[in-house]
T-cell receptor, first 112, second 115 residues
Framework: AQSVTQLDSQVPVFEEAPVELRCNYSSSVSVYLFWYVQYPNQGLQLLLKYLSGSTLVKGINGFEAEFNKSQTSFHLRKPSVHISDTAEYFCAVTPGFQKLVFGTGTRLLVSP | SQTIHQWPATLVQPVGSPLSLECTVEGTSNPNLYWYRQAAGRGLQLLFYSVGIGQISSEVPQNLSASRPQDRQFILSSKKLLLSDSGFYLC??????????????FGPGTRLTVL
């Protein structure tokens, strides 16, 4: 079975500062990895995904993530955040059978 | 392009009342469909998924049920709501092509409050 751990429930950061949201996963098989963003009272929107190939994945809104197989991590980064990035971010994994397993989410709070 | 709809957007129901939430997808055929529940601080929990009409798989035991009467329609129901059923319910779809891992696309959600 797969599991996902998002180590930080909340990450406060100032506008234009860099940010890293951490995600670690556990699986006995190869997995595919996703990051989703959820704005208040809305559904989830895909930020980026890793299926294969380059371990550095670029997504929308200037976000990127790096897949590290040895550390079983898929941390999300952005070099300079905006107020509009305030949202909840979810990491998810799947072994390829279209059943995603989500982490508990990290709330990113960007202040001026 | 594909779109996914959920209704109602918000719902307040008394304990013991029935529930029916609807999800429809436009612009695609034979999608895989999913119901998730999001409770505060607990991430998303997969409740049901369906790979075709009348085919429902349940992930967790509960007093909820799901049905898929049409290819692009997915319904979440309950005969008697519990307080613990409160949460944000999300429907999602993928293309349903066997062997592929496609992105799950989510609807706008339904906020259910059981009082």
């Amino acid at each position: 079975a797969q599991s996902v751990t998002q180590l930080d429930s909340q990450v406060p950061v100032f506008e234009e500062a860099p940010v890293e949201l951490r995600c670690n996963y556990s699986s006995s098989v190869s997995v595919y990895l996703f990051w989703y963003v959820q704005y208040p009272n809305q559904g989830l929107q895909l930020l980026l995904k890793y299926l294969s190939g380059s371990t550095l994945v670029k997504g929308i809104n200037g976000f990127e993530a790096e897949f590290n197989k040895s550390q079983t991590s898929f941390h999300l980064r952005k070099p300079s955040v905006h107020i509009s990035d305030t949202a909840e971010y979810f990491c998810a994994v799947t072994p390829g059978f279209q059943k995603l397993v989500f982490g508990t989410g990290t709330r990113l709070l960007v202040s001026p | 392009s594909q779109t996914i709809h959920q209704w109602p957007a918000t719902l307040v129901q008394p304990v013991g009342s029935p529930l029916s939430l609807e999800c429809t997808v436009e612009g695609t055929s034979n999608p895989n469909l999913y119901w998730y529940r999001q409770a505060a601080g607990r991430g998303l929990q997969l409740l049901f998924y369906s790979v075709g009409i009348g085919q429902i798989s349940s992930e967790v035991p509960q007093n909820l049920s799901a049905s898929r009467p049409q290819d692009r329609q997915f319904i979440l129901s309950s005969k008697k709501l519990l307080l613990s059923d409160s949460g944000f319910y999300l429907c999602a779809w993928t293309t349903g092509l066997a062997g592929r891992t496609d992105t799950q696309y989510f609807g706008p959600g339904t906020r259910l409050t059981v009082l």
